[in-house]
């Protein structure tokens, strides 16, 4: 898995990288076939009162790339509501990969008679 972790009008920190890496893992417990990580890091230098702190991740996994936006006065809140929305969308997904299909009992049947 690739990861990349960078900042905009923001230095990614150690204690910031650590965070986001631990907030990863639980997203790639659910789900082992990330091939590549890119995490956006943003502070907006608007007036004092609307600060906002965004974070985004762009998720690359097998067929598909799955992108997540969130933004809060916290930095680290931000990242929170981030892998929460990431977390749901990894699970939609591979939901939707995973072979929900059974066999109709009727071709069961027709397979034991011949």
Do not use: W
Not at 67 to 94: G, N, P, T
């Amino acid at each position: 898995m690739n990861l990349t972790i960078s900042g905009h009008h923001l230095e990614v920190t150690p204690a910031l990288r650590e965070y986001v890496l631990t907030k990863l893992d639980r997203v790639t417990r659910h789900f082992d076939q990330v091939v590549d990580v890119n995490v956006l890091l943003t502070v907006e230098k608007l007036k004092e009162k609307e600060r906002r702190q965004k974070a985004e991740v762009n998720l690359h996994v097998k067929g598909k790339d799955i992108y997540v936006e969130s933004a809060h006065h916290d930095l680290y809140a931000a990242i929170d509501e981030l892998m929460d929305k990431l977390d749901r969308q990894v699970c939609r997904h591979k939901d939707r990969v995973q072979d929900h299909h059974h066999p109709s009992p009727k071709r069961q049947s027709l397979g034991e008679l011949q």
